[in-house]
């Protein structure tokens, strides 16, 4: 067991893909800290720098060091018709400034060979309407990823993840759902962590900087009406 004993930090831990996360390092024996607005672990707000620093300030005190960081804590999302100033600055301190100031806090608690993984999305390369906040958090997430592997290079190697369409609630999504990816079905939480505990094994120590996409090929389908069970309805014009 390659974590066992490893300190390893998940924000956003207490459901969905960060749960499932904390979870699989903790069956591998590794010590699991999180933090969420939801009960489970460290109670706090990653918006807030002063939750952050208090966690970071447990974390240290509890454990001394930091093995693996990941920044998986999720950013609203509100579009352009309504979403406000507050608004999209919040999901910008949940998305990119959360993930950079905890990084910083461990900086120096970092033990040589660690490992930094930040959650991203499909949609850092694409979009839907109304969805600028979010998208433009996790495009952030996606290029301070490489900035940080080279300010930590040779100490902790930084990599992260997109997933694409992800089934958090386990709805067991079928038809032209799954249809549309070329793996045939939509992904789950453990297709994330999997790929999560790779990023942070020795398996990966060739391996930094780095943004990999989890979406089961549907970034790299082309899908015309008539195709993967969708139909144009010209009335409206949509799919």
């Known amino acids: 067991m390659e974590f066992r004993d490893k300190v390893v930090v998940v924000t956003g831990g207490a459901r969905g893909i960060g749960k499932c996360i904390a979870d699989a390092f903790r069956a591998e024996g590794a010590c699991v800290e999180t933090i969420d607005i939801l009960p489970g672990g460290f109670v706090g707000d990653v ?15 509890k454990h001394g ?8 804590a999720k950013p609203a999302m509100h579009g352009l018709g309504t979403c406000t100033y507050e608004q999209f600055e919040n999901a910008l301190r949940v998305g ?13 608690g970092f033990r040589q060979g660690g490992s930094v993984v930040n959650i991203s999305s499909s949609r850092d390369r694409m979009s839907q309407p109304q969805t600028e906040s979010y998208t433009a958090a996790k495009g952030g997430i996606a290029a301070l990823t490489h900035a940080l592997a080279v ?18 609630e386990g709805e067991g999504f079928s038809g032209p759902d799954a249809a549309q990816q070329p793996t045939g ?16 094994s020795e398996k990966a120590g060739f ?7 989890v979406d089961g090929g549907m970034t790299r389908l082309m899908i015309y009406h008539g195709e993967h069970g969708w139909t144009y309805a010209p009335e409206n014009g949509r799919v």
């Open 207 to 213: 391996i930094t900087g780095e943004n990999i996409c």
């Open 151 to 168: 300010s930590l290079q040779g100490k902790v190697r930084v990599n992260s993840v997109s997933p694409g369409w992800i089934d958090t």
């Open 96 to 108: 990119v400034a959360a993930p950079f100031y905890l990084t910083k806090l461990f900086q120096n």
């Open 65 to 72: 060091h930091v093995d693996i960081l990941v920044n998986n």
């Open 47 to 61: 918006a807030n720098p002063a939750d952050l620093e208090a966690f970071a300030e447990t974390v240290l005190a």
């Open 185 to 200: 079905r939509v992904g789950t939480p453990r297709d994330i962590a999997d790929l999560v505990l790779f990023l942070c």
